[in-house]
């Protein structure tokens, strides 16, 4: 039986698949409002006007939207008031199965090399290719777990 976040992994990496060019979504060098506005021939009072703040506001938020410091709530009106959605997304560099995969291997490794300091000063040491099964059967046994612990530091 698969675990809630296994299944959560799968059903966002199936979504993140069906969009291949998420560069394409990258903000605008003058920012999405700006861009926007600018595109639709909207002035910043007319933007203002369907906002009901003051024409310097407009200018503060595309600069605050520039900054990272605009709120999605008001990113989300100025996008309605200028007949658009607002869309918010967080999306991973790689798929959320490979990146739980590799915090499994990286929690592997900081464990056997724990482990293989103790065992090589007691003269037990293993090859290189034991310990490469090593790692990949105890990052198995981490994935298999499915624990939060996974991405506790080392």
Request: glycine share 6%.
């Amino acid at each position: 039986m698969k675990s809630h976040s296994e299944q959560a992994r799968r059903h966002l990496d199936a979504r993140f698949q069906q969009i291949s060019r998420w560069d394409l979504l990258a903000r605008p060098q003058k920012g999405w409002l700006r861009a926007i506005r600018d595109a639709l021939g909207m002035t910043a009072e007319q933007v203002a006007q369907r906002l009901g703040v003051s024409k310097p506001r407009i200018s503060t938020m595309e600069k605050d939207e520039l900054r990272g410091a605009l709120t999605l709530a008001t990113l989300e009106k100025a996008a309605q008031a200028m007949g658009c959605q607002f869309v918010y997304a967080i999306v991973p560099e790689q798929s959320l199965q490979a990146l739980v995969e590799k915090q499994a291997q990286r929690q592997a490794s900081v464990i056997l090399n724990r482990t293989s300091h103790t065992m090589g000063l007691e003269q037990q040491g293993v090859g290189e290719q034991e310990r490469q099964a090593q790692l990949l059967k105890l990052a198995s046994d981490l994935l298999a777990k499915e624990s939060s612990h996974l991405w506790d530091e080392p």
